[in-house]
């Protein structure tokens, strides 16, 4: 059997409980969200927040995704270049209207920008039904799908529906909640209260269909060893 080691993408959750920073929140995951407007793998998709302070939330979130320059990239100012291709924003038209069809709201953003390049707004979607494709398909682009949560249970079951378990992110200031999430969370990285993954001397890589083994840290050979047992009586 040939040694692989395969990193196949996600759908990042990040939680954000009631008694979290919610200003470093919003400051840390909308960086990581429009990020490479966010045509990463580790980009958090599905953010998930508690009732309590969902609406203050949202407010600071759309407004840090307003502020977002998006143009050239080798520009002085910019923030956000294009999407990879005309096909992701094709995408990212078509993820779009399909939730809107099945009753989402657009918080701000959802359009293509000009007709040159391929440039897509800053994009935040609420009232999202689990139905809807982007709930379910990895956007892979600037757009944020975000939920309100009532208790722990249902944020953990609604972070751990998909079959995908590479990133997850989470913001509390309780002890006790980020080690339950460290046993709960489906995933094979979690970041709580900052964003260190992607780190040269750490292991990176997904459970259930997000890839199997690790890059980085020793844990990248492990897969690479063979284990030899050795046995003799004298």
Same mark, same amino acid.
């Given at each position: 059997?040939?040694?692989?080691?395969?990193?196949?993408?996600?759908?990042?959750?990040?939680?954000?409980?009631?008694?979290a920073d919610?200003?470093?929140?919003?400051?840390l995951?909308?960086?990581?969200?429009f990020?490479?407007?966010?045509?990463?793998?580790?980009?958090p998709?599905?953010?998930?927040?508690?009732?309590?302070v969902?609406?203050?939330?949202?407010?600071r979130?759309?407004?840090?995704a307003e502020?977002?320059a998006?143009?050239?990239?080798?520009?002085d100012?910019?923030?956000? =270049? %294009?999407? /990879?291709n005309a096909?992701?924003?094709?995408?990212?038209?078509?993820?779009? &209207?399909? @939730?809107?069809?099945?009753?989402?709201?657009?918080?701000?953003?959802g359009?293509?920008?000009?007709?040159?390049?391929n440039f897509?707004?800053?994009?935040?979607?609420?009232?999202?039904?689990?139905?809807?494709?982007?709930l379910n398909?990895?956007p892979? =682009? %600037?757009? /944020?799908?975000?939920?309100?949560?009532?208790?722990?249970?249902?944020?953990? &079951?609604? @972070?751990n529906?998909?079959?995908?378990?590479?990133?997850?992110?989470?913001?509390?200031?309780?002890a006790?909640?980020?080690a339950?999430?460290?046993?709960?969370?489906?995933?094979?990285?979690?970041?709580?209260?900052?964003h260190g993954?992607?780190?040269?001397?750490?292991?990176f890589?997904?459970?259930?269909?997000?890839?199997?083994?690790?890059?980085?840290?020793?844990?990248a050979?492990?897969s690479?060893?063979?284990t030899?047992?050795?046995?003799?009586?004298?």
């Amino acid at each position: 059997m040939k040694r692989v080691t395969m990193e196949l993408g996600g759908h990042a959750p990040a939680l954000v409980f009631d008694d979290a920073d919610i200003d470093l929140a919003v400051r840390l995951l909308a960086g990581a969200k429009f990020r490479n407007a966010g045509q990463v793998c580790v980009a958090p998709t599905r953010f998930l927040i508690q009732e309590r302070v969902f609406e203050k939330f949202l407010d600071r979130f759309v407004k840090a995704a307003e502020l977002v320059a998006v143009g050239d990239g080798l520009s002085d100012g910019t923030t956000m =270049g %294009p999407l /990879a291709n005309a096909r992701r924003v094709e995408a990212m038209e078509a993820l779009t &209207a399909d @939730a809107v069809m099945r009753g989402a709201k657009i918080a701000t953003g959802g359009k293509r920008i000009g007709n040159l390049g391929n440039f897509f707004q800053p994009t935040v979607l609420t009232d999202v039904p689990e139905d809807a494709r982007v709930l379910n398909e990895e956007p892979f =682009g %600037p757009m /944020a799908i975000v939920s309100a949560f009532s208790d722990y249970g249902s944020a953990i &079951a609604e @972070a751990n529906r998909l079959p995908y378990g590479l990133a997850a992110y989470a913001y509390t200031t309780s002890a006790k909640t980020s080690a339950d999430l460290a046993r709960d969370i489906e995933a094979g990285m979690l970041s709580i209260n900052h964003h260190g993954l992607a780190l040269p001397e750490l292991p990176f890589g997904g459970i259930k269909d997000s890839g199997h083994g690790s890059e980085g840290g020793t844990e990248a050979m492990e897969s690479y060893f063979n284990t030899k047992l050795v046995t003799e009586a004298t």
